[in-house]
């Protein structure tokens, strides 16, 4: 009998952390008590450790270190660079431009700011994911003080062309928001060179720590404080600081972006892999996003005729670990609000999501597409969606 396995292919929700990171956490919370803030001399060491690791993140970006606030993880981030700067520079406008695909952390904080009497356009996609440049353009006006758009799309991988809307925004003198929480370690980027004036990252999608994150703040933006307190973070979020997970976070974006092609080559070889035995194996089958302009680990397939959270269930009985698009909230499945934005909605319910990590070998590959051939199987053989088609659509 085959032996069951643990495959985890769901990175993109967030990472194992890797185990120089780890080291260097362990040795921290050994050594590193002293509060940052402190004058004595364990103070001031935590608060070194503290600034190297700011110096790894800005070196990592393009920024300099002084431009970097550190956050409990994206969604901090994402909700300060928002509110904050829509805040601090309601005097100039009340119209900020963002897309129908941006994680919730970017939505809800828009939606939240709509109930202060901020005016919010959310441009669409086309059918790969691509924010609409030209919706952007149409909706720019001379109230518009902020534009808000991902780097790349958590869901479906699609990759946003942020330079041009970077420039566009620099060019009308709006400010320029990036939420690259999927994409640092996996897209190179340099704040400087892509004119972007804020940017949110996150530490556990880079193989880092849980709960550490930064915003990076252009010198001269404005954007009001998070947190009122003691100071710390220059002032901007107060609150005694966890040296130790953020010396994990400058650790693991420092690796992460030094090694950003070899990584990528690694990760597409196992995806091409994975894609190429699934469409040998399992017919009606289709890739959602951006065939080129795409994460190297991210592959969300839409199964005809399968149902997304029935086939999650099944293959987690396999010690298989995946996402569907959808987001599962007070016991109501919702379908991914990604998918609708690209026109797909019958895939929005019958699409898993496998994102590939630097753990993830050919091996895991063959022993989920072999579990995933039984369990879609079995699900079709259930399902009163009839499969015609034979064509495999990859
Ligand atoms: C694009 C994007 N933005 C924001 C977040 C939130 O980040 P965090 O989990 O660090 O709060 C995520 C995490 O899923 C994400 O994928």
Known sequence: MEKRKTVYLDNAATTQISSEVYRDMIDAYGKLYGNNSSLYSLGREADYALEQAREKVAKAIGANPNEIYFTSGGTEADNWAIKGIARANRHKGNHIITSAIEHPAILESCKALEKEGFRVTYVPVDEFGVVKYAEIIKAMGPDTILISIMTANNEVGTIEPIRAIAELARANDVIFHT????????????????????????????????????????????????????????????????????????????????????????????????????????????????????????????????????????????????????????????????????????????????????????????????????VVKKLRSISAIRIYKNKVEL
């Open 179 to 374: 939420d690259a929480v999927q994409a640092i370690g996996a897209v190179d980027i340099n704040v400087k060179e892509m004119k972007i004036d804020a940017m949110s990252i996150s530490g556990h999608k880079l193989y880092g720590p849980k709960g550490t994150g930064a915003l990076y703040v252009r010198k001269g933006v404005k954007i009001d404080k998070l947190l009122d307190g003691g100071s710390q973070e220059r002032g901007m979020r107060s609150g005694t600081v966890n040296v130790p997970a953020f010396v994990g976070f400058g650790k693991a974006i420092e690796k992460a972006t030094e090694n950003i092609e070899e990584n990528n080559k690694y990760l597409r070889s196992v995806r091409r892999y994975f894609l190429k035995t699934l469409s040998e194996r399992v017919h009606n089958i289709a890739l959602n996003g951006h065939p080129t302009q795409r994460l190297a680990g991210n592959a969300s397939v839409s199964f005809e005729g399968a149902e997304g959270e029935a086939i999650l269930m099944l293959l987690d009985k396999e010690g298989i670990s995946v996402s569907t698009g959808s987001a599962c909230a007070a016991g109501n499945l919702e379908p991914s609000h990604v998918l609708l934005a690209m026109g797909k909605t019958e895939e929005a319910q019958n699409t898993i999501r496998f994102s590939f990590g630097l753990n993830n070998t050919k091996e895991d590959v063959d022993y989920v597409v072999a579990k995933l051939q039984k």
